[in-house]
């Protein structure tokens, strides 16, 4: 598998290539059937949408985030800071979890 799937919600992630590289954000949402996903704040898109007033939906421009593919950012390490890949390893407790590959630090507590 990519190491696209090892990112979560809530992980602090940067953009390391495309128009938004070098942001870093917060991932809103995964979508793992597409390799992509969702960070706050990141490839915006501006969405024209039209008037309803029966639905009472204001016209006007709505900007939210796109996804953008998994392949594009990287794990920002809540241990060490760095720009990571991950790795996974087996706790003695029986648990899976992710790590740093640099710093080895434990990204899930
Ligand atoms: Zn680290």
Same mark, same amino acid.
């Given at each position: ?7 979560? *919600? ?22 793992p059937?597409k ?19 029966? *639905? ?17 950012v ?16 087996l ?10 590959? *640099? ?6 507590k």
């Amino acid at each position: 598998m990519a190491p696209a799937s090892a990112l979560k *919600k809530n992980d602090n992630v940067i953009v390391i290539s495309g128009r938004d590289a070098g942001k870093r954000g917060r991932v809103l949402r995964v979508l793992p059937e597409k390799g992509r996903l969702v960070v706050e704040g990141v490839n915006f898109i501006k969405r024209h949408t039209r008037a309803n007033p029966q *639905k009472n939906v204001q016209g006007g421009i709505v900007e939210r985030e796109a996804s953008l593919s998994a392949s594009n950012v990287q794990l920002v390490c809540p241990e060490c800071g760095a720009r990571t890949r991950i790795g996974r390893r087996l706790l003695e407790d029986g648990r899976r979890v992710r790590y740093c590959v *640099k710093c080895k630090g434990v990204v899930d507590k």
